[in-house]
């Protein structure tokens, strides 16, 4: 009997677990240590997030593959 198993979530990896905690220590020491800076920063992290969340959101949405006169499930009726 072969049993498929998911992969754990990376968060519950110990590469995720141990990630998390060092995104934490740095966040906390660059607000600590150099919070003008950062707060300098924050707008144009905003802008730079918009384009970067366009890229990496898009993964599940099934781009491409399909024509333009095709519709995206078979039992609907064609674009056109």
Known sequence: ???????PSF???PFGVVS???AVVAS????VAHKDHVLAL???AFLAAC???HIFMH???DHGGHSRGESRDNNGPRNS
């Open 1 to 7: 009997m072969d049993q498929q198993h998911p992969r």
């Open 11 to 13: 968060w519950k990896t």
């Open 20 to 22: 998390t905690i060092v």
């Open 28 to 31: 906390a020491y660059l607000w």
């Open 42 to 44: 924050l707008p144009f």
């Open 51 to 53: 384009p970067l969340m």
């Open 59 to 61: 993964r599940g949405h």
